[in-house]
């Protein structure tokens, strides 16, 4: 059974950073494709970041210089380093594994918050 576990979120102020991580176990994480994604109240989810198997990397322009997406496969994670948060970061954070179907996290509270 895959399951995929979030943590790292909280209070932050503007400006201010934090770093998620995903740990990712019962498969092979090293062929999984990550992501994180991102739900605000009252609007729908959206991809905030990816990273392929092999490390190719993608961003949502909202958050382009900003955040990082990373993954070390010797500890089946995948992280999130996000640096000058705003208050319009505020949602909660997704983990998503791709393989032979998508596996999901149960997300963790980012606050932005002066």
């Known amino acids: 059974q895959v399951q995929l576990v979030e943590s790292g979120g909280g209070l932050v102020q503007p400006g201010g950073s934090l770093r998620l991580s995903c740990a990712v176990s019962?498969?092979?994480?090293?062929?999984?494709?990550m992501a994180w994604y991102r739900q605000a109240p009252g609007k729908q989810r959206e991809l905030v970041a990816s990273?392929?198997?092999?490390?190719?990397?993608n961003y949502a322009d909202s958050v382009k210089g900003r955040f990082t997406i990373s993954r070390d496969n010797a500890k089946n994670t995948v992280y999130l380093q996000m640096n000058s948060l705003k208050p319009e970061d505020t949602a909660v954070y997704y983990c998503?594994?791709?393989?032979?179907?998508?596996?999901w996290g149960q997300g963790t509270q980012v606050t932005v918050s002066s």
């Open positions: 990273i392929t198997y092999d490390r190719r990397t």
């Open positions: 019962g498969s092979i994480f090293r062929a999984y494709n």
């Open positions: 998503k594994g791709v393989y032979d179907r998508d596996y």
